[in-house]
């Protein structure tokens, strides 16, 4: 009863704050191109669906043909079900910088035994220094329908969302000399791959071969977002400009309804937050004392 009441409880949260929407929808090659397993990616629907596949012999991956500096990401997913350990599903935005220096904002879903729930972890990686992960246990089962994971990013703060729920906030704390992701133009990325060295149970877990091809479906191949030259010498300043709706007044914090709804997810549904772990940080890092 009380899981009903809280889920409630984020639909009336949601329906009240700041309405977040993408534009209509295109087909997959519009803005997308396979880039690993070519012949472990099918398209449905003309185009409207992708599946990707994993085995023993090859995972698969595609991309935007575009990079971006700001934007609102968004991708409805359905992850691999039932006895998925050691796979991983991911969603992210990730640089194409040279020496190790690059951005990078993670949707990763780590797969587990059947009966055991599926992980969402995020992770945050500016300049290349990562370890920034958190877990959270969604309330619903990622396996068993499409559910929309975005990603806003904009000059003030990257927000992480399900179904237009905020799960995790990083803000530009770049004057106490956080690293935040404002120079490099980043590619949008949806991978499926063998994870097992780490995925799950720390690795203990491998995954069960008996029950692959294992499959991930993805919609929603729109992008709003703010076009950038991947040029390593080429600046995403014009990205910031306010005519882009993510880049305004109302998107640089949560509203009062979204802060408490992001507080109540966190409580009830984080199982790891990089922040408090004391035996990787005996000092933690200093966005986690801001």
Not at 1 to 22: C, D, N, P, R, Y
Not at 92 to 104: M, W
Not at 138 to 156: T, V
Not at 258 to 282: E, I
Request: contains cysteine; hydrophobic residues 35%; aromatic residues 14%.
């Amino acid at each position: 009863m009380m899981v009903k009441l809280f889920i409630s409880g984020l639909a009336v949260a949601v329906a009240v704050a700041v309405t977040i929407s993408a534009a209509d929808d295109v087909p997959f090659d519009d803005n997308y191109s396979v880039e690993w397993g070519n012949d472990h990616v099918t398209s449905f629907n003309h185009g409207m669906q992708v599946q990707l596949s994993l085995d023993q012999n090859s995972g698969s991956r595609f991309g935007s043909k575009s990079f971006y500096g700001s934007g609102f990401f968004e991708m409805r997913m359905k992850v691999p079900p039932q006895d998925s350990a050691g796979v991983v599903t991911a969603f992210y935005l990730t640089s194409n910088t040279e020496n190790g220096r690059h951005d990078e904002l993670d949707f990763e879903f780590l797969g587990n035994r059947e009966g055991k729930p599926i992980t969402l972890q995020t992770n945050v990686i500016t300049e290349g220094i990562g370890n920034r992960e958190e877990r959270i246990i969604l309330w619903f089962d990622p396996s068993a329908d499409f559910h929309s994971y975005q990603i806003l990013w904009n000059q003030h703060q990257v927000v992480f969302y399900v179904d237009n729920t905020p799960i995790r906030v990083f803000k530009n704390n770049a004057k106490i000399g956080v690293e935040y992701p404002s120079s490099h133009p980043m590619q949008i990325e949806c991978s499926l791959w063998n994870g097992e060295s780490w995925a799950t149970d720390g690795g203990r877990s491998k995954i069960n071969w008996t029950h692959s091809p294992f499959k991930a479906e993805f919609q929603g191949f729109n992008v709003d977002a703010c076009q950038a030259d991947n040029n390593l010498s080429s600046s995403i300043d014009h990205c910031s400009s306010l005519t882009y709706w993510w880049n305004q007044n109302p998107f640089w914090t949560l509203n009062d309804t979204q802060q408490t709804t992001y507080t109540q997810v966190r409580h009830k549904y984080m199982n790891y937050d990089y922040c408090a772990d004391l035996s990787r940080f005996s000092n933690p890092p200093p966005e986690c004392v801001v």
